[in-house]
């Protein structure tokens, strides 16, 4: 009695399934036996092994992270807030010829000028100014600004994605115009950043994407 179409269907299936695991299975020792080789033959060159995928993603994200610490701890936001006698030592580290008395004088300016624009006195401030530190304000509201579509609601939740996108941005975006179009729209900005994000408090609390 010959076996039914479907039954022959079935055998063929399953003999098919076994030889693909055979197939995978000699594959697989290969590649085992390949990598086996490769690692002894690197060993026997003074080479470190070759890292898995799994390590070199780990790898990157300890990169990512660690840049992203670094911005974090640099950034116009960023605490500590200085005192006039830490902003006065790190003002010292970085023009370490510089007379103490000008040291000084830049400390208590840096400190109204802080006061005035609503920012903390940290070392982004003490090292790149606070015009700088405006800017950057400035660009993280205009990032944040555009990907809620207006300037007078802004969601938190898009916080992070935007201070993302500031960090590869150093300008405030504004098209080329009449210069005293410009100046109005720039002194526009940097005010409406300074009354929506302040000193950044919020950004301290947000973790980046």
């Given at each position: 009695?010959?076996?039914?179409?479907?039954?022959?269907?079935?055998?063929?299936?399953?003999?098919?399934?076994?030889?693909?695991?055979?197939?995978?299975?000699?594959?697989?020792?290969?590649?085992?036996?390949?990598?086996?080789?490769?690692?002894?033959?690197?060993?026997?060159?003074?080479?470190?092994?070759?890292?898995?995928?799994?390590?070199?993603?780990?790898?990157?994200?300890?990169?990512?992270?660690?840049?992203?610490?670094?911005?974090?701890?640099?950034?116009?936001?960023?605490?500590?807030?200085?005192?006039?006698?830490?902003a006065l030592a790190y003002l010292q580290e970085l023009h370490p010829t510089e007379p103490i008395d000008s040291l000084l004088q830049l400390v208590g300016l840096l400190q109204g000028r802080c006061q005035k624009h609503n920012l903390i006195l940290n070392k982004f401030v003490c090292r790149d100014g606070v015009e700088s530190a405006r800017i950057k304000r400035a660009v993280l509201f205009q990032c944040w600004a555009q990907l809620n579509g207006c300037e007078m609601e802004l969601d938190a939740a898009l916080l992070a994605q935007a201070m993302a996108q500031a960090e590869q941005r150093e300008q405030i975006?504004?098209?080329?115009?009449?210069?005293?179009?410009?100046?109005?729209?720039?002194?526009?900005?940097?005010?409406?950043?300074?009354?929506?994000l302040g000193d950044g408090g919020y950004c301290r609390r947000e973790p980046l994407p």
């Open positions: 009695m010959h076996d039914s179409k479907e039954a022959v269907c079935r055998r063929q299936r399953a003999w098919r399934a076994r030889q693909k695991v055979k197939r995978e299975a000699v594959a697989l020792a290969a590649k085992a036996a390949h990598k086996a080789d490769l690692a002894a033959r690197r060993a026997g060159q003074g080479l470190p092994p070759i890292k898995t995928g799994a390590e070199r993603v780990q790898e990157h994200r300890a990169r990512v992270e660690a840049v992203q610490d670094t911005k974090r701890l640099e950034s116009w936001y960023s605490l500590p807030s200085l005192t006039a006698d830490g975006d504004i098209p080329e115009s009449h210069p005293t179009w410009y100046r109005q729209e720039l002194a526009r900005i940097l005010d409406f950043s300074q009354t929506m």
